[in-house]
């Protein structure tokens, strides 16, 4: 059962996971539930060890619960097997990373064709569609260059592309501007702002920038493996139309 257009593509109810490592045993979610509106831009915060990590190989079908309940567009992927998850993560799910993840001997269009080559998509759709998503990107005219050609913004906005070509049900970007200068975060999160306002992609990213956050329309705030606060953005920043407030401005906002 697909998600109706205005409803959830995320429900998570109770969600915990509990590690060991050695002999401690360590609570990363302790019930954690929320929902994601389809179309929605969210930011997840917290301190390090705050359970964001956990939650997002949750979200990403990299992991799975101890319990709880997890569905997507209204399917319950909480309890899948391995090869489930998989099919999941090549088809419904894009992911962009802090570190990129581009292969470095091959082109950014090569880059963006892996993920339908895991999803089986024919050869000849492929390259079209790697195509168009690095031109929505605005890298048409850097579709031949590898990585090491390529400053941090634009291997970013590869990854970007990458997470794009299969139609995901949403991306999922985990610190997405952490290994960038500030002008070329800017320049990330106005694309995923503009996938998101004008594509309607779901978007949900991991920040520990209170500025970066608050160009989403809501924060989750987690907190010892667990939410603690859920907020809505009075009034979303537009990318680069704002300039960086100092770090004390920055406090007490959305932090």
Same mark, same amino acid.
């Given at each position: 059962?697909?998600? =109706?257009?205005?409803?959830?593509?995320?429900?998570?109810?109770?969600?915990?996971? #509990?590690?060991?490592?050695?002999?401690?045993?360590? *609570?990363?979610? @302790?019930?954690?539930?929320?929902?994601?509106? #389809?179309?929605?831009?969210l930011?997840?915060?917290? &301190?390090?060890? =705050?359970?964001?990590?956990?939650?997002? $190989?949750?979200?990403?079908?990299?992991?799975? &619960?101890?319990?709880?309940s997890? /569905?997507?567009?209204?399917?319950?992927?909480?309890?899948?097997?391995?090869?489930? /998850?998989?099919?999941?993560?090549?088809?419904r799910?894009?992911?962009?990373?802090?570190?990129?993840?581009?292969?470095?001997?091959?082109?950014?269009? !090569?880059?963006?064709?892996?993920?339908?080559?895991?999803?089986?998509?024919?050869?000849?759709?492929?390259?079209?569609?790697?195509?168009?998503?690095?031109?929505?990107?605005? /890298?048409?005219d *850097?579709?031949?260059?590898?990585?090491?050609?390529? =400053?941090?913004?634009?291997?970013? @906005?590869?990854?970007?592309?990458?997470?794009?070509?299969?139609? &995901?049900?949403?991306?999922?970007?985990?610190?997405?501007?952490?290994?960038?200068?500030?002008?070329?975060?800017?320049?990330?999160?106005?694309?995923?702002?503009?996938?998101?306002? $004008?594509?309607?992609?779901?978007?949900?990213?991991?920040?520990h920038? &209170?500025?970066?956050?608050?160009?989403?329309? *809501?924060?989750?705030?987690?907190?010892?493996?667990?939410?603690?606060?859920?907020?809505?953005?009075?009034?979303?920043?537009? !990318?680069?139309?704002a300039? *960086?407030?100092?770090?004390?401005?920055?406090?007490g906002?959305?932090?």
């Open positions: 059962m697909a998600a =109706s257009l205005n409803g959830p593509v995320i429900h998570v109810k109770d969600l915990t996971r #509990t590690y060991l490592l050695g002999e401690v045993e360590v *609570r990363a979610l @302790r019930g954690v539930s929320f929902e994601v509106k #389809t179309g929605g831009l930011a997840v915060m917290g &301190p390090s060890g =705050s359970g964001k990590s956990t939650l997002m $190989n949750m979200l990403g079908c990299l992991d799975t &619960p101890d319990s709880g997890y /569905l997507l567009e209204g399917e319950e992927v909480g309890q899948l097997n391995d090869d489930q /998850l998989a099919l999941i993560r090549s088809r799910i894009g992911f962009v990373f802090q570190t990129f993840n581009l292969l470095a001997r091959t082109t950014a269009l !090569a880059n963006c064709e892996l993920p339908m080559l895991y999803a089986g998509v024919p050869n000849g759709e492929r390259r079209g569609r790697a195509e168009h998503a690095l031109e929505i990107v605005g /890298l048409a *850097r579709m031949d260059h590898h990585p090491n050609e390529l =400053s941090g913004g634009q291997q970013q @906005r590869v990854a970007i592309a990458r997470a794009l070509v299969n139609d &995901p049900a949403i991306i999922f970007a985990d610190e997405p501007t952490g290994n960038l200068d500030s002008k070329s975060g800017i320049e990330v999160i106005e694309i995923l702002q503009g996938l998101n306002r $004008n594509d309607g992609i779901t978007v949900m990213l991991v920040t920038d &209170p500025f970066i956050a608050r160009h989403t329309d *809501r924060v989750l705030r987690l907190q010892d493996g667990r939410v603690v606060a859920d907020e809505l953005v009075q009034i979303p920043l537009v !990318a680069g139309e300039e *960086r407030p100092s770090e004390m401005d920055l406090e906002e959305v932090a």
